[in-house]
Nanobody, 123 residues
Framework: QVPVVESGGGLVQPGDSLRVSCTTS????????IAWFRQVPGKEREFVAG????????YYGDSVKGRFTISRDFAKNTVDLQMNSLQPEDTAVYYC????????????????WGQGTQVTVSS
């Protein structure tokens, strides 16, 4: 198995930036696809961004293009999501997910999930 852990959530005001990180415990992501999803109560879990660890190819959901950036950090063995120009509609629990394959937008294709980290954007 590949344990997945998120960190970096918090409370910010509209227009602020925040970075959340995803890492594994004792194992590199290797050739995995890693993605961030988010979920608001009463709504389906939404694909936010993804990166293929080996190739570095990135993908973004339409709602965050131009504002969020996903990246790899080989030294720290993390996948980071830089979130800029945050708005109230970005408020959600953000989950990191990994799968032994390329990035996909369907949540059911991911084998490993973190516990989620809360991001709240409010004035």
């Amino acid at each position: 198995q590949v344990p997945v852990v998120e960190s970096g959530g918090g409370l910010v005001q509209p227009g602020d930036s925040l970075r959340v990180s995803c890492t594994t415990s004792g194992r590199t992501f290797s050739s995995y696809g890693i993605a961030w999803f988010r979920q608001v109560p009463g709504k389906e879990r939404e694909f936010v961004a993804g990166v293929n660890w080996s190739r570095g190819s990135t993908y973004y959901g339409d709602s965050v293009k131009g504002r969020f950036t996903i990246s790899r950090d080989f030294a720290k063995n993390t996948v980071d999501l830089q979130m800029n120009s945050l708005q109230p509609e970005d408020t959600a629990v953000y989950y990191c997910a990994a799968r032994a394959g390329g990035v996909a937008t369907r949540r059911e294709l991911y084998e490993f999930w973190g516990q989620g980290t809360q991001v709240t954007v409010s004035s």
